[in-house]
């Protein structure tokens, strides 16, 4: 099954993303990671890829498809998979579609917390980009992109949202809870 993790910078969904995966044998796919590690392989999509970034552009969707549906169908049957940081956008969520070898994404999980809770989170990180102005810009940038994802995903039927204002432990419960339960029963999420 394949579950989508969405949610705005500082959400904290990679971080849940990387604990529900160790903790319950899950195979957890963040699309930096991706990137980078079929760029270090020199594989086809790695070597395009790679000449986007150095000319400053961003990846394209077709890229981006092409390197992720590459590493769903190399999952064996019944494995979950967490999808961080893709789809970014409706167009790779409608190709996502398409190209996934077992069928359609069973669940779409939306990390959500008050702007003023992901603004702190993002400046304790204490990067230079980090200003107050610049997380603003990025905040606003995510609403624009996602809000069509997760509207995609509610009309499907598919969403569920996660509350991630609370301690790292319980919105894990509520993570894993949700999975387990589309699993047992996929009409679950509706």
Known sequence: ?????????????????????????????????????????GTELGCQADAVMKRGDLVSDEIMVGMVAGRLHALPDG????????????????????????????????????????????????RADDTREAVARRLAAFRETTEPLVAYYR???VLREIPSDRAIEEIQKDLVRCLREVRKDPSAVS
């Open 1 to 41: 099954m394949i579950a989508v993790l969405l949610g705005a910078p500082g959400v904290g969904k990679g971080t849940q993303a990387k604990l529900a995966a160790a903790r319950n044998g899950w195979t957890h796919l963040s699309t930096g990671d991706l990137l980078r590690d079929e760029v270090a392989r």
């Open 79 to 126: 494995q979950v998979l967490l999808l961080d940081g893709f789809p970014r956008s409706l167009p790779q969520a409608t190709a996502l579609e398409v190209r996934a070898p077992r069928g359609a994404v069973g669940l779409a999980l939306y990390f959500t917390a008050p702007d003023r809770v992901l603004t702190e989170r993002l400046l304790a990180r204490g």
């Open 155 to 157: 009309g499907r039927g």
